[in-house]
């Protein structure tokens, strides 16, 4: 069964940090672009962060550019989201996906339609 699982999520206060991490299972993800997406109550799924297969190339929205950092084990089969400086608008439940390399870059990696989903984790910003 190929599978998406996210962790490390949490309640954190303001200006604290978090660090997300997808597993696959089933898969590997060597030849996936690997997106982090978010979605709070009431508004529309956002992109956050994505990493090419290689690792080498990355994006990220503008909302988060400087306090988030995505990376990626491929021998681990792992990719990681590290949430620094995190502000009571970051609060959502945060989901990873993947879609297969050949199928995108990095450039336009919030707008493709993604293969496989992880069932979300939530993070909370909050004194």
């Known amino acids: 069964q190929l599978q998406l699982v996210e962790s490390g999520g949490g309640l954190v206060q303001p200006g604290g940090s978090l660090r997300l991490s997808c597993a696959a299972s089933?898969?590997?993800?060597?030849?996936?672009?690997i997106g982090w997406f978010r979605q709070a109550p009431g508004k529309e799924r956002e992109g956050v962060s994505c990493?090419?297969?290689?690792?080498?190339?990355?994006n990220y929205a503008d909302s988060v550019k400087g306090r988030f950092t995505i990376s990626r084990d491929n021998a681990k089969n792992t990719v990681v989201l590290q949430m620094n400086k995190l502000k009571p608008e970051d609060s959502a439940v945060y989901y990873c996906a993947a879609v297969p390399q050949l199928s995108t870059s990095t450039s336009v990696c919030f707008l493709v339609d993604y293969a496989y989903w992880g069932q979300g984790t939530q993070v909370t910003v909050s004194s």
């Open positions: 990493i090419s297969s290689s690792g080498r190339s990355t």
């Open positions: 089933g898969f590997t993800l060597d030849y996936y672009v």
